[in-house]
T-cell receptor, first 111, second 113 residues
Framework: KQEVTQIPAALSVPEGENLVLNCSFT??????LQWFRQDPGKGLTSLLL?????REQTSGRLNASLDKSSGRSTLYIAASQPGDSATYLC??????????FGGGTRLMVKP | NAGVTQTPKFRILKIGQSMTLQCTQDMNHNYMYWYRQDPGMGLKLIYYSVGAGITDKGEVPNGYNVSRSTTEDFPLRLELAAPSQTSVYFCASRTDYSNQPQHFGDGTRLSIL
């Protein structure tokens, strides 16, 4: 059974810092890995999706990497802003139609 | 551009009552999902559907039922509500292509008292 772990559970940084969120998974036979953002009281918004054959994906100030062999992914946020404050969730797709989620990292960026 | 719409947004039920959580999407997606999210936790899959008339169990299906009579709608039924079903419920959909992300609704916050 796939298990997904996110560390740290919470993170507080001053505005302007570069930061890294971590995600680890136990079963490397994945279709893809996805990073989502969740704002309080809202649903999830997809940030980046990395296919199993890819090593990284970039969107603006966000860069996600994938190392299947070690069961790890990182989400790098450059020049953090208060608007980046949210919970970030990592999810792994093993079967092509089901996601297993980590518990999330709650990020606060202080002005 | 509605996307995935869930109703109601909030609901309080008494133990033993039943209710249906509604989910509809206007993107013509075949794949639809129901998740629950407990406080401070990630999402767990309850049921999913790969097209009208086809449903399957996820990780935590006990106490729930689903149906999929149309492409647009995927209602989730709670029978005999229990306090353990207090949670936030999210519906999601995606295209047939597994390299595309799921699109989520804003959730239904359900309390069982």
């Amino acid at each position: 059974k796939q298990e997904v772990t996110q560390i740290p559970a919470a993170l507080s940084v001053p505005e302007g810092e570069n930061l890294v969120l971590n995600c680890s998974f136990t079963d490397s036979a994945i279709y893809n890995l996805q990073w989502f953002r969740q704002d309080p009281g809202k649903g999830l918004t997809s940030l980046l999706l990395i296919q199993s054959s890819q090593r990284e994906q970039t969107s603006g100030r966000l860069n996600a990497s994938l190392d299947k062999s070690s069961g790890r992914s990182t989400l790098y946020i450059a020049a953090s802003q208060p608007g980046d404050s949210a919970t970030y969730l990592c999810a792994v797709d093993n079967a092509g139609n089901m996601l297993t989620f980590g518990g999330g990292t709650r990020l606060m960026v202080k002005p | 551009n509605a996307g995935v719409t869930q109703t109601p947004k909030f609901r309080i039920l008494k133990i033993g009552q039943s209710m249906t959580l509604q989910c509809t999407q206007d993107m013509n997606h075949n794949y639809m999902y129901w998740y629950r999210q407990d406080p401070g936790m990630g999402l767990k899959l309850i049921y999913y559907s790969v097209g009208a008339g086809i449903t399957d169990k996820g990780e935590v299906p006990n106490g729930y039922n689903v149906s999929r009579s149309t492409t647009e709608d995927f209602p989730l039924r709670l029978e005999l509500a229990a306090p353990s079903q207090t949670s936030v419920y999210f519906c999601a959909s995606r295209t047939d292509y597994s390299n595309q992300p799921q699109h989520f609704g804003d959730g239904t916050r359900l309390s069982i008292l």
